[in-house]
């Protein structure tokens, strides 16, 4: 008894105590995973053996064997075929110009009746239609859109020159007026305004105002009207710059009364 309990090793000594245990960090991790796909693998496997396969399946497998074969003696119109002197791989009909490959199939597979898929195309084909208008619609709009802000800028930018001729004009009028001794203009809208006046001008002013909101012409109506003025008063030309000496100088030298005449 004494025997079998020595030969016993003791649990306390130092052979079991210093094991040197693989303790290297995530070690226990990665076994884990690695068997979890190694089962993962195995239950797979499993599957795809155990699997049924359905009866579309079946019939698609049977059909694609079929059709990789060629036709052997066994089949009866093949064998009529060569009883009439056909070889395999030639021609249909006496000259050999018919066709060598057979018809190809185009079997159904679906549920949906005669005539479904054609209809399927043809509402595709209306809706792929439909879409290229309305893409061709909405570039319209957008080229529309573009002109008429283009259009609406060049407006405005015309509207600008007219206004800075029409304050060209008056400053002109209001100079050459003054070479002459006119002290009141004959238009009121001939002159500038002066932007800086008296308190004393202020009811003179509210007249100004009143007879400029009277007046129903706009800037291209006063532009013409006062570089007609200037010219036949004081032979000036705004766009020339340019005071001539008489109306057969003016008429020889200018190239018209209007801007596009000077572009």
């Keep these: 008894m004494k025997l079998n309990m020595a030969e016993e090793e003791d649990y306390m000594s130092d052979s079991f105590i210093n094991v040197q245990e693989d303790i290297r960090p995530g070690l226990p991790m990665l076994r884990q995973i690695r068997e979890a796909r190694r089962k993962e693998e195995k239950q797979q496997e499993a599957n795809l053996k155990n699997r049924q396969k359905s009866l579309k399946e079946e ?11 060629a036709l ?65 619609m909405k570039n ?20 600008m ?31 500038l305004r ?14 100004d105002e009143d007879e400029y909101k009277s007046e129903d012409l706009s800037v291209l109506e006063k532009l013409q009207i006062l570089t007609s003025y200037l010219r036949e008063e004081h032979l000036y030309c705004i766009w020339c710059g340019t005071a001539y ?3 057969e100088d003016l008429s020889s030298n200018c190239p018209g009364p209007t801007s596009a005449d000077h572009d």
């Design 194 to 207: 002066l932007e800086e006046e008296t308190e004393e001008d202020e009811e003179e002013k509210e007249q």
């Design 140 to 159: 319209q709009a957008e080229e529309k859109a573009a002109e008429q802000f283009r259009m609406r800028l060049k407006n405005k930018q015309d509207e």
């Design 59 to 69: 019939e698609q497998e049977r059909r694609n064997i079929g059709l990789k074969n």
């Design 72 to 136: 052997g003696c066994e089949n009866k119109g093949f064998a009529l075929l060569q009883k009439m002197g056909y070889k395999s791989g030639q021609a249909l009909g006496k000259s050999g110009g018919g066709i060598v490959e057979p018809i190809p199939l185009n079997i159904k597979t679906g549920k949906s009746g005669i005539g479904h898929e054609a209809s399927l195309k043809r509402k595709a084909e209306e809706k792929l239609e439909s879409y290229r208008k309305k893409i061709h």
């Design 245 to 247: 000496e008489d109306k």
């Design 161 to 191: 020159k007219l206004e800075g001729d029409l304050r060209r004009s008056q400053r002109a009028c209001q100079q050459l007026d003054a070479q002459k001794n006119i002290q009141v203009p004959r238009e009121a809208w001939y002159w």
